[in-house]
């Protein structure tokens, strides 16, 4: 999933749990942390994963998917409880809407192809196949993998709220309306959509008032950006964040 996503920014912050990006601003270049992880779990984002090292902003990606039963909310009401109880960072959370079934199934599939057709591995498991049995079957296994890819890859782009459309992967029921949440309610953002143009295509933007909280641009994940909301505006207002139905 981590691989996915990173595809989808154009591999601009990896494909680890934890790293950082690079990003020029006003004629610096500032860094920027970034984590992937399971915002409801402060066992795997602890609190104190939240805040933000000084005049270095983080950004958190959280997975389309949780346990059985779990939802978007559940992330939402971790990151209250976390606000009530802590002085602000300057920390942005993506949230993104969950995988369905059908969409987890596909992850599934997709991630057993990856391992599968890996050399060593495709190598094992067709060691009683023929020469020509594993000449024919490694295109076919490649294919089904790519076709899952793209497929994944337009549900990443749906579930994280840079295409505003239904996706046949991704939850409808529990979706969220807003993906972006700021740990410092000075600053909150909201995402908005621009006019689209050469030098925007398939861009996105985080933009935040913060001086400590530069513009983040990275290519190649849609033309969907965040920009900072009028001063005062809450964005953890659970009302019309979750999409019922």
């Not at 984590?35 to 402060?42: A, E, H, L, P």
């Amino acid at each position: 999933m981590r691989k996915l996503i990173s595809d989808a920014l154009d591999g601009r912050i990896g494909d680890d749990l934890r790293g950082s990006l690079d990003h020029e601003w006003r004629g610096s270049v500032r860094p920027v942390d970034v984590v992937f992880g399971n915002i409801r779990d402060d066992g795997e984002i602890s609190d104190s994963a939240l805040v933000a090292s000084p005049d270095r902003p983080k950004i958190i990606i959280d997975f389309p998917f949780d346990d059985t039963g779990r939802s978007p909310e559940d992330d939402l009401e971790r990151l209250d409880s976390w606000s009530q109880a802590h002085q602000p960072s300057t920390t942005i959370c993506w949230l993104p809407s969950f995988l369905n079934t059908d969409g987890l199934h596909a992850l599934g599939r997709f991630v057993a192809l990856e391992e599968l057709l890996k050399p060593d591995r495709f190598d094992k498991y067709t060691e009683r196949l023929s020469v020509n049995e594993k000449a024919q079957a490694r295109p076919l296994l490649e294919g089904m993998r790519k076709q899952l890819a793209e497929q994944l890859s337009e549900a990443v782009l749906v579930a994280y709220g840079v295409v505003s459309k239904s996706h046949h992967l991704v939850d409808s029921v529990h979706s969220l309306t807003d993906h972006y949440r700021s740990l410092d309610p000075s600053v909150p953002i909201r995402p908005t959509t621009h006019p689209p143009s050469p030098e925007r295509s398939g861009s996105f933007a985080i933009r935040c008032s913060a001086p400590s909280i530069p513009a983040i641009r990275s290519s190649r994940l849609g033309s969907r950006s965040a920009t900072v909301a009028p001063s005062g505006t809450r964005s953890s207002e659970r009302s019309r964040r979750i999409r019922h139905g």
